[in-house]
């Protein structure tokens, strides 16, 4: 099943989490195959259950991804939405008022 032969390729991928590159392409990997809603659902309440520290963390990362995403200027209509979303979340939170400390 091609479900279960991806299952097993993801949990064999070795990266450095010191690598920020690595990170994201696994990152953007399993994003693109958790699609549906419930799935996000279910990512954000592990998320939210997690340490507290990295709560904070990937706010801090979320916050960065919104200031640097806004500032596209070549999208399509495959992430027109996205760019404009974060477009008008810097126009009312400015990129000043979005950092984080880590604690």
Known sequence: MKGNSYIMMV???TIDPH???QVAEVVMTLVNNICPNDQFKKFIEVVKRDHRTNQQTFMKLVGMFIIEYAKTEHYDA???AAVKLCQK???KVPPENMSLPLV
């Open 78 to 80: 495959r992430n027109e």
């Open 19 to 21: 690598d920020g590159k």
């Open 89 to 91: 979340i810097i126009d």
């Open 11 to 13: 949990r064999q991928v």
